[in-house]
Antibody, heavy 126, light 113 residues
Framework: EVQLVESGGDLVQPGRSLKLSCIASGFTFGDYGVTWVRQAPGKGLEWIAFIRRKAYGGATEYAASVRGRFTISRDDSKNIAHLQMDSLKTEDTAVYYC?????????????????WGLGTLVTVSS | DIVMTQSPDSLAVSLGERATLNCKSSQSVLYNSNNKNYVAWYQQKPGQPPKLLIYWASTRESGVPDRFSGSGSGTDFTLTISSLQAEDVALYYCLQYYSTLPSFGQGTEVGIK
């Protein structure tokens, strides 16, 4: 059974850092891209980051709202992906989901997100 | 960036009736080399993560009831629930993955009339 479990959410002050983790099981983690999507309270879904498979250099993409502040990474030996969040702002308050990304076998392109974790809550407040 | 706009923001449909949800992209998400539309639809119930319903605009994910169907091409897409059930009350989002910067629509809330 495919599972993704996020952790690391917390209450943090503006300007501080936080690192989220996403542990995967039930599939060959290294064969898939991973993405993070967030949802502010009462709001819609916002895509924020994507990391390709190591076969494509683990290249990354970021939404403009987090580029330069957030860093996505992966450790295929541990089936884990991380989201390092620096210089946090109050508007970063949200539930953060990681999801598995489907993609073609021969390129590092991003397709749809098929399996999602339950999410972890990040609250940025003084 | 590609902007996805959903309509309506909310709709109420009687049980057993059809629900039609729309999603419009600011530019075509049809990839000519493979003739695929890079659109997916998700269902989200309160307190739960999104659930994949449809991908490639019209391919139903395994296990999704056949009352859910997707259609459209280019810039205009539709999710249809042919006979609304009580368990279909949820928020529905479209996603474009044509761009390396994917984007969601703002969501459509479906309720019971």
């Amino acid at each position: 059974e495919v599972q993704l479990v996020e952790s690391g959410g917390d209450l943090v002050q503006p300007g501080r850092s936080l690192k989220l983790s996403c542990i995967a099981s039930g599939f060959t983690f290294g064969d898939y891209g991973v993405t993070w999507v967030r949802q502010a309270p009462g709001k819609g879904l916002e895509w924020i980051a994507f990391i390709r498979r190591k076969a494509y250099g683990g290249a990354t993409e970021y939404a403009a709202s987090v580029r330069g502040r957030f860093t996505i990474s992966r450790d295929d030996s541990k089936n884990i992906a991380h989201l390092q969040m620096d210089s946090l702002k109050t508007e970063d308050t949200a539930v953060y989901y990681c999801a598995r990304v489907q993609g073609p076998p021969n390129t590092g392109s991003l397709y749809y997100f098929d399996y999602w974790g339950l999410g972890t809550l990040v609250t940025v407040s003084s | 960036d590609i902007v996805m706009t959903q309509s309506p923001d909310s709709l109420a449909v009687s049980l057993g009736e059809r629900a039609t949800l729309n999603c419009k992209s600011s530019q075509s998400v049809l990839y000519n080399s493979n003739n695929k539309n890079y659109v997916a639809w998700y269902q989200q119930k309160p307190g739960q993560p999104p659930k994949l319903l449809i991908y490639w605009a019209s391919t139903r994910e395994s296990g999704v009831p056949d009352r859910f169907s997707g259609s459209g091409s280019g810039t205009d897409f539709t999710l249809t629930i042919s006979s609304l059930q009580a368990e279909d009350v949820a928020l529905y989002y479209c996603l474009q993955y044509y761009s390396t910067l994917p984007s969601f629509g703002q969501g459509t809330e479906v309720g019971i009339k």
